[in-house]
């Protein structure tokens, strides 16, 4: 069955400090990966997206994934976190089955 | 452009009831997706409907359904509540060709007792 990965479920981190966040599929098909945040109290957003081209993504808010079709890896990672990076941020995929495939989240929590 | 509305934002139910949830799309998106958003389990894909057919489920019991109308609204049903039903429960909707991203609404938050 298709699943999808997050090998960390709580990250802290204190500001400027640079941010990776794993995240794993199985599937041996054409993906679509995306990256989704959950600020407190907020719905879920699209931080970016990866369909197709270059494999380096760029999101908001500074950042980035990169998509490793040989491990089949869409890690998130970000240069300097903020204190308003705190949020849940889960990784997805979708197989082309109309519907998407969650990771189970990262909790980010930055200290200020 | 409005993004996806959920109602209601929260409801409390008690076991064996039923409750209706409601999703209103991104005007023009034709897919709806339900979602159970649970601590630990992250999401949970309920169901998806194009056009008023449900194109896809997932591994849920049969209390859940859904329906989706000619508007591309959508509800979704869980009969004969029980107390693991309690959970965040997400819509979202896209443009349906499986090559868009999914918008978010903020949730129906269940709780069951």
């Known amino acids: 069955a298709q699943s999808v990965s997050q090998h960390n479920h709580h990250v802290i981190l204190s500001e400027a400090a640079s941010l990776e966040l794993g995240c794993n599929y199985s599937y041996g098909g054409t993906v679509n990966l995306f990256w989704y945040v959950q600020y407190p109290g907020q719905h879920l957003q699209l931080l970016l997206k990866y369909f197709s081209g270059d494999p380096l993504v760029k999101g908001i808010k500074g950042f980035e994934a990169e998509f490793i079709k040989s491990k089949f890896s869409f890690n998130l990672r970000k240069p300097s976190v903020q204190w308003s990076d705190t949020a849940e941020y889960f990784c997805?995929?979708?197989?082309?089955?109309?519907?998407?495939?969650f990771g189970t989240g990262t909790r980010l929590k930055v200290l200020a | 452009k409005a993004g996806v509305t959920q109602t209601p934002r929260y409801l409390i139910k008690t076991r064996g009831q039923q409750v209706t949830l409601s999703c209103s799309p991104i005007s023009g998106h034709r897919s709806v997706s339900w979602y159970q958003q649970t601590p630990g389990q992250g999401l949970q894909f309920l169901f998806e409907?194009?056009?008023?057919?449900?194109?896809n489920k997932g591994n849920f019991p049969g209390r859940f359904s859904g329906r989706q109308f000619s508007n591309s609204r959508s509800e979704m049903n869980v009969s004969t509540l029980e107390l693991g039903d309690s959970a965040l429960y997400l819509c979202?909707?896209?443009?349906?060709?499986?090559?868009?991203?999914?918008?978010f609404g903020q949730g129906t938050r269940l709780t069951v007792v």
């Open positions: 997805a995929v979708n197989t082309g089955t109309y519907k998407y495939i």
């Open positions: 979202a909707s896209s443009l349906g060709d499986g090559n868009t991203e999914a918008f």
């Open positions: 409907y194009f056009s008023e057919t449900q194109r």
